[in-house]
């Protein structure tokens, strides 16, 4: 009895673990990662910042290029904003899905909602650590700062 036990205990694990282990695709033209979408209707980045001056909230889609991903997993990417001001951080619902290292340098739309507000210094430097900052660059972040947040219920890549 002890034998069948053991057997089934072992192959339940080894089932959950190759489930547990799917590879994320390679970021081409078409791949959607978290709920499909479309491109349509999508705004750019700097359409999003003018909306963002009257209303503290948008929910839709925006358009723009990813210029860094979390080197962990993939669990946040970094969307460029035109002239001044640090790129927009990108992360997603529930932690749902994750976005391949190849994906920088590709243009994206993602579906969600985006917000200003505080970022704490304690999330700027957890945030500094997974995308392989040094530590000198992380010492440098003493100040909490104002920015947009985006909260991705799905991306897809453009191109």
Known sequence: MKKIAFTFVALCC???????????PAAQPGVQYGKAITKNGAINVQ??????????????KVEGKVVEVCKKKGCFIR?????????????FKDYGFFMPQDIVGKTIVLEG????REVS?????????DAGKDSGEIAKITEPKID???IADGVMVVR
Do not use: W
Request: charge should be negative; charged fraction near 20%.
């Open 121 to 129: 210094v304690a999330q700027q430097r957890h945030f500094a650590e």
């Open 148 to 150: 947009i947040n985006i």
């Open 47 to 60: 359409q999003l910042e003018a909306k963002l001056t009257n209303d503290s909230t948008y929910t839709g």
């Open 14 to 24: 080894f089932i959950a673990t190759s489930m547990a282990q799917n590879e994320i």
């Open 79 to 91: 969307v460029l904003r035109e002239g001044e001001g640090d790129p927009i951080l990108v992360r």
């Open 113 to 116: 909602q985006a917000k200003v």
